[in-house]
C-alpha cells in the first residue's frame, strides 16, 4: 500500500517491515487494532494496519453523522512513538538496531 501524507511518500513495499503490533483488546472490542510498523529507508517510521471503529485505524461511517466504524491504512510515527510500540513489543533486538543511543546499561 502506497499513501502521500503532508508530502511524504509511505509504501509498504518499499520500507522495511520491522515487527507486527497491536491493541490489547479483543478482536470483538470497538478499541481492538492491529498493525505492521515500518521504517522508511529514510528513517521514518509509520503503522499499517486495521481496527475496529474506536481504534486508531476507524474511519467516518458513510452518511452516519458523527458516527465511526472499522477501518484501514497507514499511519506516520514519531521516532518515540516507534520506540514505545517497540517496548511494548519486547522487541529488543529491533530497539537495539533502530535506537542504539537511546538506552543506557543500568
Known amino acids: 500500500m502506497r499513501r502521500y501524507i503532508n508530502g511524504l511518500r509511505y509504501d509498504t513495499e518499499t520500507a522495511t517491515e520491522v515487527t507486527s503490533v497491536g ?3 479483543g478482536k470483538s472490542d470497538f478499541q481492538w487494532w492491529t498493525a505492521d510498523l515500518y521504517v522508511t529507508k529514510s528513517g521514518r517510521w509509520f503503522l499499517h494496519g ?4 474506536a481504534s486508531r485505524f476507524s474511519e ?5 453523522g458523527n458516527g465511526r466504524q472499522e477501518g484501514s491504512g497507514i499511519e506516520p510515527l514519531l521516532d518515540g512513538e516507534a520506540r514505545r510500540l517497540l517496548e511494548d ?3 529488543f533486538d529491533a530497539i537495539d538496531r533502530y535506537f542504539p543511543d537511546e538506552y543506557k546499561d543500568a
Not at 486495521?50 to 471503529?53: I, K
Open 89 to 91: 513489543a519486547n522487541e
Open 50 to 53: 486495521r481496527g475496529n471503529a
Open 60 to 64: 467516518p461511517a458513510f452518511g452516519s
Open 23 to 25: 491493541s490489547d483488546f
